[in-house]
């Protein structure tokens, strides 16, 4: 919160003393004269000026919010709080940069004040309260990010203290959340404060410091008179901070239930006045994330509100198209954020079933007593992909409304082969191809190298990678040997004609004919891929964080009207045709001469935060929760379900 605290030894009002402050003279042993709560009647107009030069400063404050941004990677989706946020500075210059869900909170009246005040001047949407770190006003599981900016910790008089602001902060992140703490380099200190310095702080203030370390030399102890030239001394002041470094921060972080714990930083402010930094002189920045279970709800059922169960893969269970066939982090902060998502999503509670060794018990003791079910089982019955159709038949078995395709539908769509040809009998585009049968041992292709080699069965792109392309009749057998005895696949191959043009994916919330959104269409952005390495988007630009294909971006495709129209055309006819129901991606191809051909359909496509629906959603303006509250909306109105707010006027 700062560099140097200014705490004036008498109550104020208005920032004003209400008698001259009393001095102390010479004093041998500094730390003997630091009050206890030294913090709790800290900042006020006299520290906005002594400190000014950092804390007031709109060039460092952006330079400081770059760093948190990038270090955090937060989107202006996130909600984050500011802890000991001063004047609001940091929250308030995340506010100006489109960040829309913002909270400060601090100890001072004074500066909750100033913070509220410079808000209300800027009509800026950013809440300010007043609050200890000890014990956040907030409920569990609230912020997605916290930050505790211009060296704000390490204020108490234990450790113990410190413990537990940090616990407060774990509880109010939300799973997978992060902290952010900007703190001065003890280490640094320890060897390098200026036991006596003084600086002018305008024409009428200066300021004389004396410092010294504690006697366990945990904390640096300052003193801090400040004078005024006709007024004469105004404040004489005591005050004590925390030195940590590395190792002891690193160590009560994970005391305290962090993990993920790192330094990615180390700076120094810019100051214009350039004389004793303090406390400010050079500073850690730590970073660190929250991994825990949400805090069950315990919120009783309102009226009209709609009970829904989510049904997913289990995470207990080996999944074959996950590279290590396991579940791993990535997958469980998907669904975190999944759960996050649906919780901002009003009139609905929601309950989730993971554990498919008990689906059918859990469904049946269900059955008559839920609104809707939301599949979002891609993973397959019992994580295996051939049985994807099981868990809507399943539901169908006991008569569940639920949101997404049919089991008639997913075996469609499952077998690419048969969706060629429905699409051929349609006069839909499709690549040229060639259909090989497990016995196959000779393979004559019906048009030029160079092809893509698929498994005809499948998706989440499994069995195609860079190795898939073909260049001449050699690579065609090193692409099918790969798929059968690599992958263990033995099932019928497709084999493509590589088209080179735009790789283009288009997405439909709802049902064509009637009711339906098509979402901007994208293109992937090979821009990035080594020249050497095919154009595809396969199973390392999905799964493979350390591989080139990683990169590939998706982007709004930028198409003639005349293809864009013809996509729409043939994507809804093509899901009425097939039977997608709610959300359904199609992806497509130009060819060299530019014109379309279609590749795959995928209904109850993926659904999680960063996957190729939410791209274009995202694109669309909508956010992740609002995409997953448009598919419900979509079910409910295919269905001639109430929505909640038709449940609470009948209520």
């Not at 059922?301 to 982090?329: A, C, M, R, W």
């Not at 690549?431 to 393979?443: H, N, V, W």
């Not at 735009?502 to 009637?514: A, E, F, H, Q, Y």
Request: proline fraction near 6%; include cysteine; charge should be negative.
């Amino acid at each position: 919160m700062s560099k140097r605290m200014s705490l004036a030894s008498v109550p104020q009002r208005n920032g004003k003393p209400r008698s001259k402050p009393r001095t102390l003279g010479p004093v041998g042993n500094l730390e003997e004269h630091v009050p206890p709560d030294w913090w709790y009647r800290i900042f006020n107009r006299l520290y906005l000026k002594t400190d000014g030069d950092v804390v007031d400063d709109s060039r460092i404050t952006a330079a400081e919010i770059d760093l948190v941004v990038e270090a955090l990677d937060v989107s202006v989706q996130d909600r984050i709080l500011d802890l000991c946020c001063g004047q609001g500075r940091h929250a308030l210059e995340l506010t100006r940069r489109g960040f829309r869900c913002v909270e400060g909170l601090d100890r001072s009246h004074y500066l909750i004040q100033r913070a509220r005040e410079h808000a209300k001047q800027e009509t800026l949407a950013v809440k300010f309260r007043e609050g200890d770190a000890r014990k956040l006003p907030y409920k569990a599981d609230q912020f997605d990010a916290v930050l505790i900016m211009g060296n704000s910790f390490g204020y108490f008089e234990t450790v113990h203290d410190d413990l537990r602001v940090l616990r407060e902060v774990l509880r109010v992140l939300k799973p997978w959340g992060k902290l952010l703490i900007d703190i001065a380099d003890g280490d640094y200190l320890r060897n390098n404060y200026q036991s006596r310095s003084w600086e002018w702080i305008d024409k009428n203030l200066f300021v004389c410091r004396e410092r010294s370390l504690s006697s366990d030399a945990d904390r640096l102890v300052s003193r801090e008179v400040v004078t005024h030239v006709a007024r004469g001394v105004i404040a004489d002041q005591f005050y004590a901070e925390r030195l940590y470094c590395k190792e002891s921060l690193g160590r009560l972080l994970q005391e305290a239930g962090f993990m993920e714990i790192s330094f990615p930083a180390q700076i120094s402010p810019a100051s214009r006045r350039a004389q004793d930094l303090g406390m400010m002189e050079r500073r850690l920045i730590a970073t660190a994330q929250v991994r825990k279970q949400w805090v069950p709800s315990r919120k009783r059922p309102t009226k009209g509100e709609k009970h829904v169960v989510i049904v997913l893969g289990d995470p207990k269970k080996p999944d074959p198209l996950k590279p290590l066939s396991v579940f791993d982090d990535d997958d469980f902060y998907t669904i975190d954020r999944m759960k996050a998502a649906f919780e901002e999503i009003r009139g609905y509670r929601f309950t989730y079933l993971t554990n498919h060794d008990t689906l059918v018990r859990d469904l049946f003791k269900l059955a008559g007593k839920v609104d809707l079910v939301v599949n979002l089982c891609d993973e397959g019955f019992r994580n295996d992909p051939r049985s994807e159709l099981h868990v809507p038949a399943l539901l169908e078995t006991f008569a569940f409304p639920y949101t997404g395709a049919g089991p008639q539908c997913l075996a469609f769509c499952y077998d690419k082969s048969l969706v060629r040809g429905v699409a051929k009998e349609m006069g839909i585009p499709v690549p040229q191809a060639y259909f090989i049968k497990p016995e196959d041992s000779t393979y004559e292709l019906p048009f030029e190298f160079p092809a893509l080699v698929k498994p005809n069965f499948g998706d989440s792109s499994f069995g195609i990678t860079a190795r898939s392309v073909a260049y001449d009749a050699e690579g065609l057998i090193n692409a099918i040997l790969e798929i059968r005895r690599d992958l263990g696949y033995e099932k019928p191959i497709l084999v493509e004609e590589l088209l080179t043009g735009k790789d283009l994916t288009v997405g439909i919330v709802g049902n064509p004919p009637s009711s339906y959104s098509v979402l901007p269409i994208t293109e992937e952005d090979y821009s990035a891929l080594p020249p050497h390495l095919p154009r595809i988007c396969g199973y390392e630009a999905k799964w493979r964080p350390d591989s080139p294909y990683w990169k590939i971006k998706s982007t709004p495709a930028d198409l003639p009207d005349e293809t864009q129209k013809a996509l729409i055309e043939w994507c809804t006819v093509l899901s009425e045709r097939l039977e997608c129901r709610d959300y359904t991606r199609f992806d497509w191809r130009l060819d060299a001469d530019e014109n379309p051909k279609l590749l795959e359909v995928n209904p109850n496509p993926g659904w999680c935060w960063d996957g190729h629906l939410a791209k274009m959603a995202g694109f669309s303006g909508m956010s992740y929760p609002q995409m997953l509250e448009a598919i419900i909306r979509a079910a409910e109105e295919r269905l001639n379900l109430d929505t909640p707010m038709d449940k609470a006027a009948e209520v």
